[in-house]
């Protein structure tokens, strides 16, 4: 079946380290987006990308960094200077219309991540 | 810039009633999606129901519906004859029809309760 995978679902990290989530889709979707959920204020951007080695900046990019080097993957690193990066962290995608960046349809969405800071 | 506003932080509903969430949206565009996802305690989003901003008519699924007042830029969803699998967080968003970003803004969310 197709789908995204996040890994790991949960991860704990001491203040300083730098960690890498994973997210893998075997969609064939060309786009592909981080959110952040917290308590009370819903999904915030983090970080997309429409096509492989390209992505852009969202709402709240500061602390993170990400690569999109294959369609199927966009891993999220949360950096050691993210200030509160204790999160649910969610991976999405979404099919273009082939040949445009316009819209079609809706985002899928992996399982979640948790990462708590210790 | 777009926003979405979900004003009803938590709603609670008896098995088998209807309710409705409620959810307003600012935008300068004329072309949009709308979509209402579910959040359950499994914490997998799931899609309950999308409009697009051109159709007048209100999008149903099942004993899921919306209404969709573009002047008013309102959007609510009616959940009829609800279960207690319906119990879960509940999100408005919105994405511009046309556009290269094709970003998905969320509201806050609404956390239904469903009583037996």
């Known amino acids: 079946d197709g789908g995204i995978t996040q890994s790991p679902k949960y991860l704990f990290r001491k203040e300083g380290q730098n960690v890498t989530l994973s997210c893998e889709q075997n969609?064939?979707?060309?786009?592909m987006y981080w959110y952040r959920q917290d308590p009370g204020q819903g999904l915030r951007l983090i970080y997309y990308?429409?096509?492989?080695?390209?992505?852009q900046k969202g709402d709240i990019a500061e602390g993170y960094s990400v690569s999109r080097e294959k369609k199927e993957s966009f891993p999220l690193t949360v950096t050691s200077a993210q200030k509160n990066p204790t999160a649910f962290y969610l991976c999405?995608?979404?099919?273009?219309?082939?040949?445009?960046?316009?819209?079609?349809?809706?985002?899928?969405f992996g399982e979640g991540s948790r990462l708590t800071v210790l | 810039a777009q926003t979405v506003t979900q004003s009803q932080p938590e709603m609670s509903v008896q098995e088998a009633e209807t309710v409705t969430l409620s959810c307003t949206y600012d935008?300068?565009?004329?072309?949009?999606?709308l979509f209402w996802y579910k959040q359950p305690p499994s914490r997998q989003m799931i899609l309950v129901i999308r409009q697009e901003a051109y159709k007048q008519q209100n999008a149903t699924e099942n004993r899921f519906s919306v209404n969709f007042q573009k002047a008013a830029k309102s959007f609510s969803l009616k959940i009829s004859d609800s279960q207690l699998g319906d119990a879960a967080m509940y999100f408005c968003a919105y994405r511009s029809w046309v556009g290269a970003t094709n970003k998905l803004i969320f509201g806050t969310g609404t956390l239904l309760a469903v009583q037996p």
């Open positions: 935008t300068s565009e004329s072309d949009y999606y």
């Open positions: 999405a995608s979404l099919r273009l219309r082939q040949g445009t960046l316009q819209n079609t349809g809706e985002l899928f």
């Open positions: 990308s429409q096509i492989v080695n390209d992505f």
């Open positions: 969609l064939n979707h060309d786009a």
